[in-house]
């Protein structure tokens, strides 16, 4: 069984700073590319950044130069440090991965639950 778990979400004021994490475990034989995604209130699910297994990233237009995403592979760990958050940065963060697992032993898409980034004075 595989789980996605999201942290580090919450409060901040506009041009503030959050990092949020994602961590994966269970039956993990590989992890292909990690993502996030947001969704803001009454809007749909966006992809905000991803990173291959070879740290190749790309970047929703709208967060490029304040976002970085990174992964730590040895701890199935991926990161996403946002800086000069805007109000329009509010939503759900969701993790997403693409893994195979020993369990299925082919590439599948897994999600976590979601953390809150609430970009508010």
């Known amino acids: 069984q595989v789980r996605l778990v999201e942290s580090g979400g919450g409060l901040v004021q506009p041009g503030g700073s959050l990092r949020l994490s994602c961590a994966a475990s269970g039956s993990i034989r590989s992890i292909n590319t990690m993502s996030w995604y947001r969704q803001a209130p009454g809007k749909g699910r966006e992809l905000v950044a991803g990173?291959?297994?070879?740290?190749?990233?790309n970047y929703a237009d709208s967060v490029k130069g304040r976002f970085t995403i990174s992964r730590d592979n040895a701890k199935n760990t991926m990161y996403l440090q946002m800086n000069s958050l805007r109000p329009e940065d509010t939503a759900v963060y969701y993790c997403?991965?693409?893994?195979?697992?020993?369990?299925?032993?082919?590439?599948?898409?897994?999600w976590g639950k979601g953390t809150l980034v609430t970009v508010s004075s």
């Open positions: 997403n991965a693409n893994l195979v697992s020993w369990d299925h032993g082919y590439g599948m898409d897994y």
């Open positions: 990173v291959t297994g070879g740290a190749s990233t």
